[in-house]
């Protein structure tokens, strides 16, 4: 596997983006006003027949640094991987296990490996998305990715495939071949606080009650002076939730003050347990130190030659000015041999413990590795 990765600030490109060999594949994550069908069709150009596949960001992932207003494109030239896409259009969450369906069918072809899937962050039900892959895909086929973002603005969302980004896109990526190894991971690090509260009513990802008493009004009460920046301050105060399925965390999208209802990335069970979740600043970045050593487990040790990042905006408020150890704690695991792309997401899609079935996750540091060279192990950890 060949890797060159280069930035475009707004004006001028940092590092040169025309690698000296012809590129299968280019990752491309920038901020929406900077990330322009102009700056695809100069990534077409520099790479000519290479696919080009990104999203827009709450900021972009070079190394060990991130970037706001800029766009980071990776490019890939396999050693006998080889890629496809399908894209789908999606008008709202109701769609989302359909469009995961027809995006699956588009890709379950033989020697998949692996599906990596980027889609609008604010009009899906990323649960019922993963789902509708899983219904089709073949067994043992895992999907990683994660939803795009726009800063903490949450107006517009937007996924390019070969053109222009646009808004209601996902996009999913599959990867062929027997010689691709994959690993993947995905921790968090936020403390709860705060009584258990029943679900008492939700429909799919939106929640109206909790112990019976309408949600946003209780979000309200926790979240003191934060609750005037709803949605946006939310990303500070993430929701655990839990039941016989195991443990899950969800940030919110978007209030309903006409209901005093909330709408989350993703499912939030009926019958389920939930709390509020609080930064503990050391145990973010313990927990993408974590999600690197699970996304390595699967590789001899150095072998991972790409990894493809996504953390949540919710991480980058809260840790600010520290925001990039934990990227230095990924450096670490993953060694300087590693290239590392990626971006900060409205939510981050990986398997789960139990399996390889893919589901949503909020506020956690979700990684995928690939590696083409002398690997023994096709057994991704989790």
Not at 219 to 228: D, I, M, Q, S
Not at 255 to 274: E, H, K, M, N, Y
Not at 306 to 325: F, N, P, T
């Amino acid at each position: 596997m060949r890797l060159a990765q280069s930035r475009w600030t707004g004006s001028a490109w940092i590092e040169d983006a025309a690698a000296p060999w012809p590129a299968d594949l280019v990752l491309a994550f920038g901020t929406r006003e900077v990330f322009t069908g102009a700056v695809v069709d100069a990534l077409r150009e520099r790479h000519p027949g290479a696919t080009v596949l990104g999203c827009s960001t709450a900021g972009e992932i070079a190394g060990t640094r991130v970037y706001d207003g800029q766009v980071v494109a990776t490019a890939v030239r396999f050693a006998s991987t080889k890629v496809a896409t399908a894209r789908e259009r999606i008008d709202g969450r109701a769609d989302s296990r359909a469009v995961g369906a027809r995006l699956g069918a588009g890709l379950a072809q033989q020697d998949l490996v692996h599906v990596f899937v980027l889609s609008d962050g604010l009009l899906v039900n990323a649960s019922e998305l993963a789902r509708g892959l899983a219904d089709v895909l073949p067994p043992g086929v895992a999907v990683t990715g994660g939803l795009s973002g726009d800063g903490a603005l949450f107006g517009a969302t937007e996924v390019c495939l070969d053109g222009a980004p646009l808004s209601r896109q996902v996009v999913a990526l599959g990867l062929y071949g027997k010689d691709l190894r994959v690993g993947y991971g995905s921790l968090g690090g936020w403390d709860p606080f705060g009584p258990d509260r029943l679900v008492t009513r939700s429909e799919g990802s939106v929640l109206f009650e909790l112990d019976g008493r309408p949600a946003l009004d209780l979000y309200r009460e926790y979240l003191g002076e934060h609750a005037a920046g709803l949605p946006a301050s939310g990303l500070l105060f993430p929701l655990s939730l839990r039941n016989e399925r195991g443990g899950l965390v969800r940030t919110i999208l978007d209030v309903d003050d006409a209901a005093r209802s909330l709408t989350f990335a993703g499912d939030v069970p009926q019958g389920a347990f939930a709390r509020l979740m609080r930064a503990n600043f050391d145990r973010l970045i313990d927990g993408a130190t974590g999600a690197a050593r699970a996304a390595a487990a699967s590789l001899p040790r150095g072998a991972a030659e790409l990894a493809i990042l996504i953390s949540c905006v919710g991480r980058k408020l809260v840790l600010k000015q520290r925001i990039e150890e934990e990227l230095e704690g990924v450096r670490d695991v993953l060694g300087a041999g590693t290239t590392l792309t990626g971006f900060y997401s409205y939510g981050e899609l990986c398997p789960g413990a139990t399996g390889v079935c893919s589901e949503l996750h909020n506020q956690t540091m979700t990684i995928t590795t690939l590696a083409e060279a002398d690997c023994t192990s096709s057994s991704p950890a989790s």
